[in-house]
């Protein structure tokens, strides 16, 4: 596989086109943004880490029979993925409240949701990633009815598998971020990566509300020890053998 010119570089990864046009390059990075790129810094080691944690999940994931992008995982920081036509549509589901639920709807931090909440967001920098209504996405153009379905759908059984592989972690999902892309031939696939920089993630050892922390709420909150978070978090994932 030959690499060709950089198709895209966003805050965490710059994808890169290949001689194969159904193929894309993934280099993770080290840096780290917050709050729409306002705070800007690098997590040690993150580059690999989120590689090979989102690899193994999209691995267990793909075993369970849900389409993703995933290849495979050519060198420690890069993944090999379909190409795919990214929706900007940012779905987030929540087990646990957190983030921008308590701060928008008042909900106390750790509030055990009734059912998960599936949301959309606007995938827009310029825009601030809005929370979308059905209308809007619908006004918008961003997807079809059926593909909103899909995509809840999809987003819950995700939910459901995640939220069980981090249990025998030690590890509460607590929220995640996904993202979405369309093949050539139309079909859904999970794109993206799957890191402690897209999901809330709990140490269940632990109670004190600022120690359980394991992802990018460290560097968001400046809790210190990131790095040490993620390494957690990895080993922990790597740990548990992709189940069929
Ligand atoms: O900030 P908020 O509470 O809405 O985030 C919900 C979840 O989505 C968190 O796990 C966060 O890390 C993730 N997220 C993300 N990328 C964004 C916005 C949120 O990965 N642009």
């Known amino acids: 596989m030959t690499v060709r010119q950089k198709l895209y570089e966003g805050k965490a990864k710059i994808i890169y086109v290949t001689d194969d046009p159904n193929i894309l390059l993934t280099h993770f990075k080290d840096d780290a943004t917050a709050f729409n790129a306002q705070k800007r810094g690098s997590i040690v080691g993150k580059g690999e880490m989120n590689c090979a944690i989102s690899s193994h999940l999209f691995q267990q994931l793909e075993a369970r029979g849900i389409r993703t992008h995933w290849i495979d995982r050519p060198s420690p920081n890069e993944m090999r993925v379909k190409a795919v036509k990214i929706l900007p549509i940012e779905v987030v589901v929540r087990n646990i409240a957190a983030g ?11 509030t055990v949701l009734q059912q998960p909440l599936v949301e959309f967001y606007y995938k827009n920098d310029d825009l601030g990633d809005p929370l979308l209504t059905l209308d809007r996405l619908l006004l918008l153009e961003l997807a079809t009815p059926e593909q909103v379905d899909q995509l809840r759908a999809t987003a819950l059984q995700i939910n459901q598998l995640l939220s069980e592989f981090f249990q025998n972690c030690d590890i509460t999902l607590v929220d995640f971020k996904l993202e979405f892309g369309l093949d050539a031939t139309g079909d859904l696939l999970l794109a993206d990566e799957i890191s402690p920089d897209t999901c809330r993630l709990w140490n269940q050892a632990v109670t004190d509300p600022t120690q359980r922390v394991m992802d ?22 790597l740990a548990q053998p992709i189940q069929p």
């Open 100 to 110: 921008s639920l308590c701060q928008q709807t008042g909900i106390p931090l750790g």
């Open 216 to 237: 990018k709420d460290r560097f968001r909150h400046d809790l210190g020890n990131v790095e040490d978070a993620y390494r957690q978090v990895l080993d922990r994932v």
